[in-house]
């Protein structure tokens, strides 16, 4: 009796670590017909020198602040996504430019407000695209 029970639960254990490697076999998988993401337009806008880009930010402590407070607002939001905790925030000599992808029009809408409290509507130029999830 001990024989089958033993025998049992080893086909069990087995039955498990096949599934298991199934799944992760058929994840493998799908995440490889996927196509890589083409960031050709945001890259050629990068390249141009009349936009704003981060390395462009100036150092002084008025842009660091205003930066460092804005991200700070939108941070502290945790309604918001991720995507829109990591958009760039770059300030050059009091304007500020957002940049990146969040998840809704409600999440851009949400970052433009935040920014122009802080900075003043009038000093707030928003490059932000939604990019809902696929």
């Not at 058929?26 to 995440?31: I, K, L, T």
């Not at 141009?48 to 390395?55: G, L, R």
């Not at 150092?59 to 991200?71: G, K, S």
Request: proline share 4%.
């Amino acid at each position: 009796m001990k024989h089958v029970l033993k025998i049992a639960f080893h086909m069990g254990v087995l039955a498990c670590l096949l599934t298991l490697a199934s799944a992760l076999l058929s994840a493998q998988d799908s995440s490889a017909q996927q196509p890589a993401p083409d960031n050709t337009k945001m890259n050629q806008r990068d390249k141009n020198k009349a936009e704003p880009t981060a390395d462009q930010q100036k150092e002084n402590q008025p842009d660091r602040e205003l930066a460092r407070q804005i991200r700070r607002s939108i941070v502290q939001d945790k309604s918001l996504s991720s995507f829109a905790h990591n958009v760039k925030i770059i300030a050059q000599n009091g304007v500020v430019t957002l940049k990146g992808p969040v998840r809704s029009d409600e999440e851009k809408t949400a970052v433009e407000a935040k920014a122009s409290e802080i900075a003043g509507a009038d000093k707030v130029t928003s490059q932000l695209e939604v990019k809902p999830k696929q």
